[in-house]
């Protein structure tokens, strides 16, 4: 089977730098397509992971604004609360604020999500109990201190409670997106790497196809020459090939042998003539 198939390999007749290109572009091959994956891998891992980033960064925002509208909204009723002269009660974006909170809803996920949907309960428990403001005020029965400390302020630490419950949810989110790009990143090397390791290994074994195909014939085939040169003795060297170092070696043969042929009749031809 193995005699057959070097049969068959040796019809297919490729010079010498056939062979050499083909070698080459076997290795520019190898180290192009794992760099052209390295490149895609981290392209598809950099948009994903950055678009998560941004949107991370993005909820954060907007629940810093969140944040900062309550709690100026509750610096403003504590405010009137200590304030006996009111000319108009403290006013609150709801609207604003309720769009902030819809747009979380829909940008988070996983545990993030319930602490947005506590966010939006806890601010209707607390914007409900504010609109007793005006009735506290007109009331003569009721402490306005008492009302702001034991029943608003609670509801406002709870709320204030989720937003930077989920405020940190958002950074320990953004945290590992971050990590995640890093392991990306170095993921996405690991083609180049075992392409420039499959490369090297490449070009050792091409280093040592031309040592032992054609280095070592040549000089060989040079060793040959000076014995036939020096010594006289016939040129007989011979290697398996098939390409245009074998056709050198069968030339220089050739032209030894008639070398041979040609000395040989001119020294019968002076041992005639003396």
Not at 37 to 54: F, P, T
Not at 210 to 224: G, H, R, T
Not at 244 to 253: E, G, K
Request: aromatic share 12%; hydrophobic share 45%; charged share 25%.
């Amino acid at each position: 089977m193995f005699v057959k198939f070097n049969n068959w390999w040796r019809q297919f007749r490729l010079s010498l730098r056939t062979k050499m290109i083909l070698a080459i572009l076997a290795i520019a091959v190898v180290l192009l397509m794992s760099s052209v994956i390295s490149v895609l891998e981290y392209r598809h891992m950099s948009n994903y992971v950055s678009g998560m980033i941004a949107d991370d960064i993005n909820d954060l925002h907007v629940t810093q604004r969140l944040v900062n509208a309550v709690d100026q909204y509750n610096l403003q009723l504590l405010a009137v609360i200590g304030d006996d002269n009111i000319s108009a009660l403290p006013d609150f974006d709801k609207e604003g604020f309720l769009a902030h909170c819809d747009s979380l809803r829909a940008s988070v996920a996983g545990t993030t999500a319930p602490l947005a949907d506590s966010v939006l309960y806890a601010y209707s428990a607390y914007m409900l109990a504010s609109t007793e403001l005006e009735e506290v005020l007109e009331s003569d029965f009721i402490n306005t201190r008492d009302w702001y400390f034991n029943r608003l302020q609670p509801l406002f630490g709870r709320m204030r409670e989720y937003l930077d419950r989920l405020s940190e949810t958002i950074h320990t989110d953004l945290r590992q997106h971050s990590e995640n790009f890093d392991r990306g990143f170095y993921r996405s090397i690991i083609p180049s790497a075992v392409a420039l390791a499959v490369g090297i290994i490449l070009l050792f074994l091409l280093l040592a196809f031309v040592l032992a195909n054609y280095v070592d014939p040549i000089y060989k085939m040079l060793d040959y020459l000076r014995e036939y040169l020096g010594y006289r003795r016939r040129y007989t060297y011979t290697f398996d090939g098939n390409d245009q170092l074998a056709d050198l070696n069968q030339a220089v043969t050739d032209l030894t042998e008639e070398n041979r042929s040609l000395r040989k009749r001119m020294s019968e031809m002076k041992e005639k003539a003396e």
